[in-house]
């Protein structure tokens, strides 16, 4: 029964990932975070080496290199640092955080502040993080 289960199951992915229209409107679904790190900051920050962009997100190099191993599994926070650094539009950003089995909440403060940031172009850590720290967050 739970072998039927598996081969069901991969042959519902095989669908989706050979569905062009689906592939169309989400290029980006079936990359892991890595992978989606790497394409923004290759597409933002094409002529930046990698220690830019995690200085930018206050991560220092021994976590970035971490992050680089497929199993690793970075906080939140390191997502929406990096998310914040590379100046992600919001819909980027929330890419970046699905990839990385997170998601923003309405109904989180936190959230809500890195919208608000987010929308109005405020990407500087220091300033995201004294918003936070006033709002007592």
């Not at 169309?24 to 990698?50: C, V």
């Not at 990096?82 to 539009?89: R, W, Y």
């Not at 608000?116 to 007592?136: R, S």
């Amino acid at each position: 029964m739970i072998n039927e289960m598996i081969k069901e199951i991969k042959s519902l992915e095989w669908k989706i990932k050979n569905n062009k229209d689906f592939m169309n409107e989400n290029p980006y679904a079936f990359y892991t975070f890595i992978e989606l790190l790497y394409h923004f900051i290759h597409i933002k920050y094409p002529l930046e080496k990698d220690s830019y962009i995690y200085r930018k997100a206050h991560i220092n190099a021994k976590l970035f290199s971490k992050i680089r191993n497929p199993k690793y599994h970075p906080s939140r926070k390191t997502v929406v640092a990096l998310g914040l650094a590379l100046e992600l539009t919001l819909e980027e950003f929330e890419l970046l955080l699905t990839s990385a089995q997170y998601a923003l909440a309405l109904n989180n403060e936190f959230d809500i502040v890195i919208i608000y940031c987010i929308q109005h172009h405020i990407y500087d850590l220091f300033t995201v993080n004294e918003i936070l720290y006033e709002m007592g967050l």
